[in-house]
Every structure is written in structure tokens, then in C-alpha cells.
């Protein structure tokens, strides 16, 4: 067993196989460890978030090192039985790879009976291990940039089934009508981690495409409940839409989207809708958004404890502001606001409401309804009356703005958490113009806050960003020279990032000292991944909760903050604030009984 560091609170247990990870997971399933808050099973590994307050490191590995992990994992839970049209892009290719005949592929791969061994990559998306054990194809060498939902895949020894249309490299054996991925449902993931599946040949598809498919799709489930799931609509703005498609409009927006969605959908319903806005008005205040800039969505401190259905916690970016905009209004720290990127964001009250802005520093504009116009501070309590219209301009420091209004914003949340994921496409959609937010009554004892400071050292183009960085898991898989320039070279950040990670570019790439495939495993807020172009990406809220490239080291916890407001064109230096020391530890001897 060996411990690899990751962050100041998280840690990497790499072992053999899949076997002795399923076997420690469940060990520490069965007797948890105080202060441990996540644990993301993968491949070889499981990642290990804890609470530095409550547990030590050196605790944690002494306690999960004397754990036993040979004992035998049964993985005998409900069966699902998923039909499959096996017309992939792929499957000749893997047939040719394997010196066999398609037709041989498919009775090889409906031939076995699979187990759910983890979740990650995206909601709903389960790696299945077991079946035929000669199914064993590497990655595509170069990903797609679009595999469509349902598709159902070979990596490896491990079949899959994408939920939703995305990015990547598996390889395309077939589509399935039945969506993994469906909010309406109690659990929305179809298969969950234990549960067994089988792949059923439905022969030739009739010529619906899995990106594009509506109607009903049946999933047989042989335990006690059937998988059924109907409406596998994905990726267009018009139609009904379940399952398979987690971000379809729900009526959120008025004024943005195109179409119509008529049926169960994985967004959150926001009380935006004009009918209902238009109803109470008068009787509670709510906010108009006349323009929402480049991006505004709704984030609070995200939904942790979703990994068993590949949930990432998503959230705040800058959560220390979103903290600072509740605690000016009145709220509780955690209470949904609305992450604005680069200004351009323009609201009107309907009713008198308390508001505060914080994080980015820029103007903030009042206009009320005879046309007077003043500004106001960030960081900040803001009284606005009825018809008073509030602007933010692009930011001279930072990126991202929070906006919070005392009572909160009427959001229903999903998971647990009003927060969008613009990765999984999990949560309330973007604002577009014409939403109306509802605010809810401020409670009992809250207090508007006094006036606070805005942080002096937000991030700007003219000024090197420098970030501490704990080197781990994956330090190793790079060459000394790539550790020394992580550090030692400036990297640009470019126009690509996002709140899903800051693609970076430096003059030299990170060279690997390692070109073997890494199995997937977890990734945190904060991990540098150093994919096969060299130029690093650092993950932020939205990241992927499993990845498959090397993780050199990741941004320490109390400068994750700076990092969500740096600028696009910013140059950022990374600051090893620790040696990479993986810890061995010799595997427990179990006496025989």
C-alpha cells in the first residue's frame, strides 16, 4: 500500500489491483475514520479527503494502513439489464484489434456479467469491470470531441456508458436508449457501485441516434426496482427531456432558449418562470435580470458526499467571497448568490431588497426609476427600492463577482445543493435576460452586516500571480526537469479556461518521465493535470471527479481562492511549498481462522 500526498487535506492510497481497492474501501466503509469527508474509489486508488483538524495525516495512514485488503468484495447487487444497438463507430476497429469479427466483439461483450466497481467522469457514468477478460483495447489515441449520451464504450479492461453527449477517448462499441442519468428518479444514477450489469444485443437501431433520441426507453432491473426510464432527449433546446441530457431548460430562462422542455429535466426549476414572477410581484420582491454578461449562475458551497453517483461538490469558485456577500446581507455563509464572470451583469428590483457585491472589484451603478444615477461600493450592504436598475463593469482586479440578496434567492436545489455545475450540467441553468428571482423573507435575528475591505490582492494582468502548490500524487510520472520548471517558468493563462480549470501555457512543456496510461483515479479542486501536450491544467469547482493524466501537484487550499479570479492573460507562478515523499506501507498479514 502506498500513500501519495495531494493536498494539505486530501491524500492518494495507490494498491495492486481493483480487487484490493474495492476491499479497502469497504473496510473503511464499514468502520469509517473520524474527520475523513469523501473517499473516491477508482482503478488502483482511493482518493481520501479528510479534515485536517480532526485527523492527521500521519493518523490516517497509520489507521488505513492496517486495514486488511484481501478480503473478498462481494459484488453480487441488482442485476440491470441494458439493451444495446451495437452499430458503434468503433466496433470494427476493436474487432480488427483483437483479430476477431465484429459479430464475435458483440457475443464476447453480452456474453459476461459486469459489476459496477466505482463512479467518476461525469453523473451517472459507472466503470464496469469483469465480462470477457480478452475485451482489453487502449483509449483512442486521439479523444473525441463528442461521444454522443448512451454510447456504449470499451477502455481497457472496463466497459461503460456515457450519460450525456461529451468529450472522449473510449472506444464506441454501440448505443443504448436507456438513460443513466435521470433527476426524476429517486437515485438519479442507474447503476451504482456493487450493482451487476448485463448488456443485452437489441439489434439493428431503427435510426434514432442516442444524441438525438425521444420517446421511451425500458432498462430491465431484476431487483426490486425496473430502470425503466422514458424520454432520452439530449443536447437540443426544444423536445421533451429525461435521463440521458442533464441540461436541458426547465423553464428557467424566459428570454434565452429557443425552445420548450415539457418533460422531467436534470436542471433545477429557479421560481424564474414570468408566469409565477408576474402572479406575486407585488407581493414579494424579486430581481430582474435585464443582461447577465458573460456568465452569471447561481453557486452556493456546493454538494459534497455525491461521489457514489460521480458527483463532483462543484460550488463557489471564490468561496471566501460568496461567504463575505452572505455575511453583509445578513444570510448564512453558505446561502446561494450569483457568481457573475467579467461584469456586464444588469439587474432591476421589483420590490425594495438588500444586496451585496463582493469578490471582483469594479464599478457597481445604481439608476432608479427617474432616471438618477449613483454608484455604490462592493463589499458592501446596497438598499435597492422598487425599479432601481444595479450594473457591475468589467473588473480591474479579479474576474468574478458575487451577488447576494438578504433572504436569499428562491432556488430549489438539486442534490443538495443550488449550485450549477457546468461541467455535469447538474443544477439551476445560467441566468439569461428576462429571469426573475424570487427573494425569499429574511429571518428571524439576521443582521446586515457592517462594511468590510475588499481583498488588496486580487489578481491582475500586469502582476504575477504565485500560487503554493503541494507536489503529489503524480510527481513522479514527470521528469526532474518538469518539476523544476513547474516552478521556475511563468505560464499564461488562456482564453479556454473556465469554471471547470485554467488552461495554462508556458514557453517549455512539462515533459513526462512516464508514457504509460494512467487508470483513472481522483481529482480535487486545485490538481495541476499535465495531459500529453505538457501545458498544465488546473482543475477548479466544475473538474471532472476522476481524470486520467498525471496530477504533478495541486494548488494549496488557502490560495484556491486567488486562483478563481485570475484573468485571462494573467501570468501565474507556481511555489512548491513541499517535497513529493510518497509513504510505503507493507501489506497486513491476516492469519487464517
Given at each position: ?113 459486469y459489476s459496477v466497481a466505482f463512479t467518476g467522469f461525469a453523473p451517472g457514468f459507472a466503470y464496469l469491470s469483469g465480462g470477457d477478460p480478452t475485451l482489453d483495447v487502449p483509449r483512442r489515441k486521439t479523444p473525441r470531441t463528442r461521444i454522443p449520451a448512451g454510447a456504449v464504450a470499451l477502455a481497457g479492461t472496463f466497459s461503460g456508458v456515457y450519460p450525456q453527449a461529451s468529450p472522449g477517448g473510449w472506444q464506441i462499441l454501440g448505443v443504448t436508449p436507456v438513460p443513466m442519468w435521470d433527476l426524476s428518479r429517486e437515485t438519479p444514477a442507474l447503476l451504482q457501485p456493487g450493482y451487476r450489469v448485463r448488456f443485452i444485443d437489441a439489434g439493428a437501431s431503427t ?387
Amino acid at each position: 500500500m502506498r500513500f501519495l500526498p495531494v493536498n494539505t487535506d486530501a491524500l492518494l492510497v495507490e494498491l495492486d489491483d481493483l480487487d484490493q481497492t474495492l476491499a479497502l474501501f469497504a473496510a473503511l466503509q464499514n468502520r469509517p475514520i473520524a474527520g475523513v469527508t469523501e473517499m473516491v474509489p477508482a482503478a488502483r486508488t482511493v482518493l481520501v479527503i479528510f479534515q485536517p483538524s480532526l485527523v492527521s495525516r500521519d493518523a490516517l495512514i497509520a489507521d488505513i494502513g492496517s486495514r486488511d485488503t484481501t478480503a473478498y468484495v462481494a459484488r453480487d447487487g441488482k442485476l440491470i439489464e441494458i439493451p444495446v444497438h451495437y452499430n458503434g463507430e468503433d466496433l470494427h476497429e476493436v474487432a480488427q484489434l483483437l483479430g476477431i469479427t465484429p459479430d464475435e466483439v458483440v457475443r464476447r461483450h453480452t456474453g459476461g456479467t459486469y459489476s459496477v466497481a466505482f463512479t467518476g467522469f461525469a453523473p451517472g457514468f459507472a466503470y464496469l469491470s469483469g465480462g470477457d477478460p480478452t475485451l482489453d483495447v487502449p483509449r483512442r489515441k486521439t479523444p473525441r470531441t463528442r461521444i454522443p449520451a448512451g454510447a456504449v464504450a470499451l477502455a481497457g479492461t472496463f466497459s461503460g456508458v456515457y450519460p450525456q453527449a461529451s468529450p472522449g477517448g473510449w472506444q464506441i462499441l454501440g448505443v443504448t436508449p436507456v438513460p443513466m442519468w435521470d433527476l426524476s428518479r429517486e437515485t438519479p444514477a442507474l447503476l451504482q457501485p456493487g450493482y451487476r450489469v448485463r448488456f443485452i444485443d437489441a439489434g439493428a437501431s431503427t435510426g434514432t441516434s442516442a444524441g438525438t433520441s425521444t420517446g421511451t426507453s425500458t432498462g430491465t432491473s431484476t431487483g426490486t426496482s425496473t430502470g425503466t426510464s422514458t424520454g432520452t432527449s439530449t443536447g437540443a433546446s426544444t423536445g421533451t427531456s429525461t435521463g440521458a441530457s442533464t441540461g436541458t431548460s426547465t423553464g428557467t430562462s424566459t428570454g434565452a432558449s429557443a425552445g420548450t422542455s415539457t418533460g422531467t429535466s436534470a436542471q433545477a426549476s429557479t421560481s424564474t418562470s414570468a408566469n409565477a414572477a408576474a402572479a406575486d410581484s407585488r407581493a414579494t420582491p424579486a430581481l430582474e435580470v435585464v443582461s447577465p454578461g458573460l456568465q452569471a449562475v447561481f453557486e452556493d458551497l456546493g454538494r459534497a458526499g455525491q461521489a457514489r453517483q460521480g458527483v463532483a461538490a462543484s460550488g463557489a469558485m471564490d468561496r471566501g467571497a460568496l461567504r463575505a456577500a452572505n455575511r453583509l446581507v445578513g444570510n448564512a455563509p453558505g446561502e446561494a448568490a450569483i457568481e457573475i464572470v467579467y461584469g456586464g451583469f444588469q439587474l432591476r428590483a421589483h420590490g425594495p431588497s438588500v444586496v451585496a457585491v463582493t469578490g471582483a472589484l469594479g464599478d457597481v451603478t445604481l439608476r432608479n426609476a427617474a432616471c438618477t444615477t449613483w454608484t455604490a461600493n462592493t463589499y458592501q450592504a446596497i438598499a435597492l427600492d422598487d425599479g432601481d436598475t444595479l450594473s457591475l463593469g468589467q473588473p480591474s482586479a479579479g474576474i468574478r463577482y458575487y451577488l447576494a440578496a438578504r433572504g436569499g434567492f428562491d432556488v430549489q436545489p438539486v442534490l443538495g445543493s443550488c449550485s450549477t455545475d457546468t461541467l455535469a450540467r447538474v443544477g439551476p441553468e445560467p441566468l439569461a435576460a428576462g429571469d426573475r428571482i424570487g427573494i425569499r423573507p429574511a429571518g428571524q435575528g439576521a443582521i446586515v452586516g457592517a462594511p468590510e475591505i475588499a481583498p488588496a490582492d486580487l489578481p491582475t494582468t500586469n502582476v504575477e500571480v504565485v500560487l503554493d502548490v503541494v507536489l503529489g500524487p503524480r510527481t513522479d510520472w514527470c521528469d526532474a526537469e518538469a518539476v523544476a520548471l513547474l516552478s521556475r517558468q511563468a505560464w499564461t493563462v488562456t482564453p479556454q479556461s473556465n469554471r471547470v480549470g485554467i488552461r495554462l501555457n508556458g514557453d517549455a512543456p512539462l515533459q513526462r518521465a512516464n508514457h504509460a496510461e494512467l487508470p483513472s483515479e481522483g481529482t480535487r479542486k486545485g490538481s495541476i493535470q499535465v495531459p500529453a501536450s505538457g501545458q498544465p491544467v488546473l482543475f477548479l469547482a466544475d473538474h471532472p471527479l476522476t481524470g486520467g493524466y498525471p496530477v504533478i501537484g495541486s494548488v494549496a487550499p488557502w490560495h484556491l481562492d486567488r486562483a478563481a479570479q485570475i484573468p485571462i492573460g494573467a501570468r501565474v507562478r507556481f511555489n512548491p511549498i513541499s517535497d513529493f515523499v510518497p509513504v510505503d506501507v507493507p501489506a497486513v498479514s491476516v492469519n487464517p481462522t
